[in-house]
């Protein structure tokens, strides 16, 4: 799912150029036309929760897969304006379908096996984009139309994500002493998020839940046990939890809003690393630093692998120091990089600054959307759907921020933003730390 994700959107990002000529565009109207992924993303807005619910994670990413590689052919074959950007829109709106979706079964399996993978997953989505990336490079090399490119690239997709469906079924799950159920059966929905599944009001509104159930973190993702002991995930529609048994349903109150937005704020942070590598690396490279032309595109390689190499390692780190000091870690990482190539502006420190940034980065989003999954009082989804939502709204105004500072100060000073990234990361993840070691029973 996550690898599939990844794919079939960087198909498209090498060959912006080409797609710009092919329309006629200047650059103030391309970046115009490309906001539109941004503004179909926020435009889906609570779709995504409803569709976990209705028709489950597994089922709802693999559809909207599908539906993704569909329309991102159609953008090649497009030869208007107004329907590309429609085209671009459609996969904004699908994309935060798709991502909520998969995060949620995501934690279903990382339930299941009791430890923490979710990060070696968003793994996969950076494999998925760089092969995504190197795909459409060789196409756009070897003289491929971009039509027949996304329309090949499209049903390779497509193919991977139905095979998916039918392998990704969340593991069975035993507790202490019960029997073994199916999480995640042929539909594989996304349960009641914490709190509203697992009765416990708690939660994790006071704090980061600390990491996988190797270091004592909760696992409680909302289900309810069954009387065999044993989690089980409802089916499409279903209802478990206290709201199921009649009993009263927590309701998130302002810690758990303002726990969420401090989730949301962790995850516009990590995508705003990624947006510099997207749309910055290439630019400060020639501009700045005065690499050739032929070799700027390196730098976000830089990143993209240092992106996966922290989220392989991410797993076992968050299971042995938890998900707080892990991203306290990255954000330090994040204002080091770009404080230095801030001070000295070269080569050098800028490919270091993007391989600290990339590995500082790797587990910010994914730690977002799992203790978002977890806050008390939220339906199925809603909460991976609410962070996504204000992730996706950053994207509006992170990049053309940069650009403003950029065009009055330079790209050099313009760096102070993703350095200020790293270090609210830094104070966040600080604070939740506390918070929670201050919450935790004394030891006799």
């Known amino acids: 799912m996550f690898f599939t994700n990844g794919a079939v959107i960087a198909g498209l990002l090498p060959r912006y150029p080409e797609l710009k000529d092919a329309l006629g565009l200047s650059n103030a109207g391309f970046g115009m036309l490309v906001a539109a992924v941004a503004v179909g993303s926020i435009a889906a807005s609570g779709l995504p929760a409803v569709a976990i619910r209705r028709f489950g994670a597994r089922r709802t990413a693999t559809v909207g897969t599908v539906l993704m590689a569909v329309v991102m052919a159609s953008v090649g074959f497009s030869p208007q304006v107004w329907a590309v950007a429609v085209l671009l829109g459609a996969v904004g709106l699908l994309d935060a379908v798709v991502d909520a979706a998969q995060n949620v079964h995501g934690l279903y399996v990382e339930e299941g096996l009791g430890r923490t993978v979710i990060n070696s997953m968003h793994a996969s989505w950076s494999i998925g984009a760089a092969l995504g990336g190197l795909g459409a490079a060789v196409a756009q090399g070897a003289g491929v139309g971009l039509g027949v490119h996304l329309a090949v690239s499209g049903m390779l997709v497509a193919g991977i994500a139905v095979l998916a469906y039918s392998v990704a079924a969340a593991p069975s799950v035993s507790v202490s002493g019960g029997s073994r159920a199916e999480v995640g059966g042929a539909d594989g929905p996304a349960a009641d998020v914490a709190g509203e599944g697992s009765g416990d009001p708690a939660g994790s509104a006071d704090g980061w839940t600390g990491g996988g159930a190797a270091d004592g973190g909760s696992v409680e993702v909302g289900s309810d046990r069954s009387r065999s002991g044993a989690h089980t995930e409802p089916r499409p529609g279903q209802r478990m939890g206290p709201g199921a048994a009649g009993r009263a349903v927590p309701r998130p109150g302002l810690r758990g809003w303002a726990f969420l937005m401090l989730l949301a704020i962790m995850a516009v942070a990590g995508a705003l690393i990624e947006d510099v590598g997207n749309n ?79 590995f500082g980065c790797a587990t910010l989003i994914p730690a977002a959307y799992a203790e978002a999954n977890r806050v008390p009082g939220f339906r199925d989804g809603t909460g991976i759907t609410v962070v996504g939502w204000v992730m996706r709204t950053g994207f509006l105004f992170t990049s053309p921020a940069i650009g403003l500072i950029a065009d009055g100060s330079g790209l050099r000073t313009a760096f102070a933003i993703p350095l200020a990234a790293g270090c609210v990361v830094v104070v966040i993840a600080l604070a939740l730390e506390v918070r929670a070691r201050r919450r935790r029973p004394a030891r006799p």
């Open 280 to 358: 910055w690396s290439a630019n400060f490279l020639r501009d700045v630093a005065g690499l050739p032309l032929a070799l700027v595109g390196y730098g976000y390689v830089t990143l993209l692998v240092a992106q996966f190499l922290g989220r392989i390692l991410g797993d076992p780190l968050t299971d042995r120091f938890g998900r707080d000091r892990v991203a306290m870690a990255g954000g330090l990482l994040i204002a080091v990089g770009f404080g230095t190539v801030m001070l000295q502006p070269a080569v050098w420190s800028a490919f270091v600054a993007f391989a600290l940034a990339g």
